[in-house]
């Protein structure tokens, strides 16, 4: 697929107003994506397990105007509450699909939003964000096209969620979702997120994570500026490389189930990710003490009980902490009694892997 096969021909029915409700999940990245080209196109690719609590619900009204406007018609609530502040992003947003979807003008919006944890706290709200708002307009588009296939709307909204965050592009499709190109994945691409099309053994698909937040506040770096701080970095090209490598490397990992060589891969690229923005100009610790504690926990904790627990970062704070579902008991038993302790009001988040974006109405 090129970008332009995602720009419309004429459409072939009309619709004057509706409505429609999308539930799409947060995702947490295994292999990082760190560092974007032009037009939201990563340096490298990444793959993901996609949520299933941690979520953004969104509802899209729209009502066709007499005469399209020159700019975008649209107003935006935030649990029940106006919120000019995310006003320019989603402005943005509509300026770089507005090729992709030429009815942006022709309607008034309104946009209810909620999420199921801390806005801008390191949970990838953008991600679950703009990807539900992508599918809604998706649907108007398929309103407009009755003969969409499912395979291209997927395809295009997990393409249009790119444009407003690039991690938005694994939210779509469920449960481990890769996005960007790479040579042993023949379907990959660097404009839309794929489901993993190899095998995955059994321990992989029901696999949990539990979202320690170490820090609720608003991030101390937004993820476009981190991405924008691989530009003339030292160790970039070694990066990008390192996550073909570790791509390579999970494909026999998930078809063996080799849990011992999964949990190698995901905390190194947690401890990468951070390495670089320590080591950019200008330079970020993301990482708090209580990070770092919790982290040493879970080391000593594995050692001790034999369990498969292990931990991975976004860039932030917050600690997701993985392990298999038939170790659940346990895990969750020493989350509670030895790393609750270093969250911030005590609070975490128990999630698992899901399916992907679901319509509600």
């Given at each position: 697929?090129?970008?332009?096969?995602?720009?419309?021909?004429?459409?072939?029915?009309?619709?004057?107003?509706?409505?429609?409700?999308?539930?799409?999940?947060?995702?947490?990245?295994?292999?990082?994506?760190?560092?974007?080209?032009?037009?939201?196109?990563?340096?490298?690719?990444?793959?993901?397990?996609?949520?299933?609590?941690?979520?953004?619900?969104?509802?899209?009204?729209?009502?066709?105007?007499?005469?399209?406007?020159?700019?975008?018609?649209?107003?935006?609530?935030?649990?029940?509450?106006?919120?000019?502040?995310?006003?320019?992003?989603?402005?943005?947003?509509?300026?770089?699909?507005?090729?992709?979807?030429?009815?942006?003008?022709?309607?008034?919006f309104e946009i209810e939003?909620?999420?199921?944890?801390?806005?801008?706290?390191?949970?990838?709200?953008?991600?679950?964000?703009?990807?539900?708002?992508?599918?809604?307009?998706?649907?108007i588009e398929r309103n407009?096209?009755?003969?969409?296939?499912?395979?291209?709307?997927?395809?295009?909204?997990?393409?249009?969620?790119?444009?407003?965050?690039?991690?938005?592009?694994?939210?779509?499709?469920?449960?481990?979702?890769?996005?960007?190109?790479?040579?042993?994945?023949?379907?990959?691409?660097?404009?839309?997120?794929?489901?993993?099309?190899?095998?995955?053994?059994?321990?992989?698909?029901?696999?949990?994570?539990?979202?320690?937040?170490?820090?609720?506040?608003?991030?101390?770096?937004?993820?476009?500026?981190?991405?924008?701080?691989?530009?003339?970095?030292?160790?970039?090209?070694?990066?990008?490389?390192?996550?073909?490598?570790?791509?390579?490397?999970?494909?026999?990992?998930?078809?063996?189930?080799?849990?011992?060589?999964?949990?190698?891969?995901?905390?190194?690229?947690?401890?990468?990710?951070?390495?670089?923005?320590?080591?950019?100009?200008?330079?970020?610790?993301?990482?708090?003490?209580?990070?770092?504690?919790?982290?040493?926990?879970?080391?000593?904790?594995?050692?001790?009980?034999?369990?498969?627990?292990?931990?991975?970062?976004?860039?932030?704070?917050?600690?997701?902490?993985?392990?298999?579902?038939?170790?659940?008991?346990?895990?969750?038993?020493?989350?509670?009694?030895?790393?609750?302790?270093?969250?911030?009001?005590?609070?975490?988040?128990?999630?698992?892997?899901?399916?992907?974006?679901?319509?509600?109405?």
């Open positions: 697929m090129t970008e332009k096969e995602f720009i419309p021909s004429p459409y072939t029915k009309s619709v004057s107003s509706g409505k429609m409700t999308y539930k799409s999940p947060s995702n947490i990245a295994l292999v990082k994506y760190w560092g974007k080209k032009e037009n939201q196109i990563p340096a490298n690719p990444s793959i993901s397990f996609t949520l299933s609590e941690c979520a953004t619900v969104t509802t899209l009204s729209y009502t066709k105007l007499d005469t399209p406007s020159a700019i975008f018609s649209f107003d935006v609530a935030l649990d029940g509450k106006k919120e000019e502040g995310f006003k320019p992003k989603i402005k943005t947003f509509f300026e770089r699909i507005y090729q992709y979807l030429p009815f942006l003008k022709e309607y008034h939003t909620s999420n199921s944890f801390p806005h801008s706290s390191g949970i990838a709200s953008s991600a679950s964000g703009m990807s539900a708002l992508a599918l809604c307009l998706m649907e407009l096209n009755p003969t969409m296939t499912t395979e291209f709307f997927n395809q295009k909204a997990s393409f249009l969620a790119r444009l407003g965050s690039g991690s938005a592009a694994r939210s779509i499709k469920g449960s481990l979702v890769q996005w960007g190109e790479h040579a042993e994945i023949d379907s990959s691409s660097d404009l839309y997120g794929v489901e993993y099309p190899h095998k995955v053994h059994p321990i992989f698909q029901n696999y949990c994570d539990t979202i320690l937040l170490v820090d609720k506040g608003q991030k101390q770096v937004s993820s476009t500026v981190g991405h924008d701080l691989m530009h003339g970095h030292p160790f970039a090209d070694q990066r990008f490389n390192q996550a073909h490598e570790n791509l390579s490397k999970l494909q026999s990992i998930f078809e063996t189930g080799d849990i011992d060589e999964f949990i190698g891969i995901v905390e190194s690229e947690a401890l990468t990710l951070h390495a670089i923005m320590m080591t950019s100009r200008p330079y970020f610790i993301l990482m708090k003490p209580n990070t770092l504690e919790i982290i040493n926990k879970i080391w000593a904790f594995r050692e001790t009980s034999k369990t498969h627990v292990c931990f991975t970062l976004d860039a932030g704070a917050n600690v997701h902490v993985l392990y298999p579902e038939n170790e659940k008991v346990e895990v969750e038993r020493f989350i509670k009694d030895e790393l609750a302790q270093f969250c911030q009001n005590r609070q975490f988040i128990n999630d698992h892997v899901g399916k992907g974006a679901q319509k509600i109405n």
